[in-house]
């Protein structure tokens, strides 16, 4: 399946020229499906840069996973975190982590006579991963980015924020294509691919299968019916019964958007796809 557009591509060449200008690439994954959302070009593109990792939408993702995905990506030149950019009040840390990352250069800077040496970052990650969400609670208010919006690519500039770090505006990255369709289901039902690209029934039926085997509970509570009733239907018995039980008579294209969105909100649990002792990460 080829769904990298153009205008992605683009950006991350833009990006690649910038790199000699960052000081610290911070990759941000979302908690939820933290190997489906890495790129598999970062390591290449973070090269021997300092590397933060944000882990985020951690208050929507199961705790058990994001504490073993923090772990896993912890690495001697990366640093990880995880946060609810939505709703934290944890900036600090985040903050702290970025001087961390940074403070080589910023000692050598020092050495050299510079006070206060300015800390240039920059944040990729898969659309709809929090990138803007975090940028604009490091910048304190909201930044229009000229990134990943067909159409918008204007460039790119230095977002300046409170604490003598600037943000590069850079839009996110995504892979050119991916051979393994489990990944793209994952990224598609935590949106982070556009609904178009795959059929929504599709994915919702990818989902019930995920659901059944590592969260029956949360799949029989939002199907309205008991953990035995769940073992006894098939996938496409129960998206059906579904759809029907919330008033969508057969319309389940309807229902698995429905689904997805409750999903996506965290309305279905907190909910984690991605197992970190099943990949090699770093
Ligand atoms: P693109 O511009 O598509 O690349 O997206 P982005 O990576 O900049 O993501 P953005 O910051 O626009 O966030 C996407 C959606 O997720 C928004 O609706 C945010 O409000 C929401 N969001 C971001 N971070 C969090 C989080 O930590 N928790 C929750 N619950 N929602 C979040």
Same mark, same amino acid.
């Given at each position: +399946?080829? /769904?990298?557009?153009?205008?992605?591509?683009k950006a991350r060449n833009q990006l690649e020229e910038k790199l000699n200008l960052i000081d610290v690439v911070i990759e941000v994954l979302?908690?939820?499906i933290p190997s489906a959302s890495r790129n598999p070009m970062i390591s290449e593109l973070v090269g021997d840069k300092p590397h933060l990792i944000i882990l985020n939408k951690t208050d929507l993702a199961d705790p058990v996973m994001t504490k073993l995905w923090?772990?896993?990506?912890?690495?001697?030149r990366t640093l990880v975190m995880a946060m609810d950019a939505q709703h934290n009040t944890n900036m600090q840390a985040l903050i702290t982590l970025i001087k961390k990352a940074a403070s080589e250069k910023v000692k050598k800077l020092e050495e050299r006579g510079a006070s206060?040496?300015?800390?240039?970052?920059?944040?990729?990650?898969v659309p709809n991963c929090g990138k803007s969400t975090i940028i604009n609670r490091l910048v304190g208010r909201n930044v229009t980015m000229t990134g990943d919006r067909p159409g918008v690519t204007?460039?790119?500039? /230095?977002?300046?924020?409170?604490?003598? +770090?600037?943000?590069?505006?850079?839009?996110?990255i995504l892979w050119p294509k991916f051979e393994d369709q489990e990944v793209g289901y994952k990224l598609a039902a935590f949106g982070a691919i556009k609904d178009t690209i795959f059929h929504a029934d599709d994915v919702a039926l990818f989902v019930?299968?995920?659901?059944?085997?590592?969260?029956?509970a949360y799949l029989a509570k939002f199907a309205n019916?008991?953990?035995?009733?769940?073992?006894?239907?098939?996938d496409t018995d129960l998206l059906l019964a579904m759809t029907q039980n919330n008033g969508?008579?057969?319309d389940y294209d309807r229902f698995s958007l429905f689904m997805l969105q409750r999903l996506r909100k965290g309305k279905l649990g907190r909910i984690s796809l991605d197992w970190p002792s099943a990949n090699n990460e770093n």
């Open positions: +399946i080829q /769904w990298y557009p153009g205008h992605m591509n979302d908690a939820r923090q772990k896993k990506l912890q690495g001697p206060n040496p300015i800390i240039r970052v920059c944040l990729v990650g204007k460039g790119q500039a /230095w977002l300046k924020t409170p604490y003598g +770090i600037q943000i590069l505006d850079t839009p996110g019930i299968r995920q659901l059944r085997q590592y969260y029956p019916c008991t953990k035995d009733k769940l073992e006894n239907i098939g969508m008579r057969e």
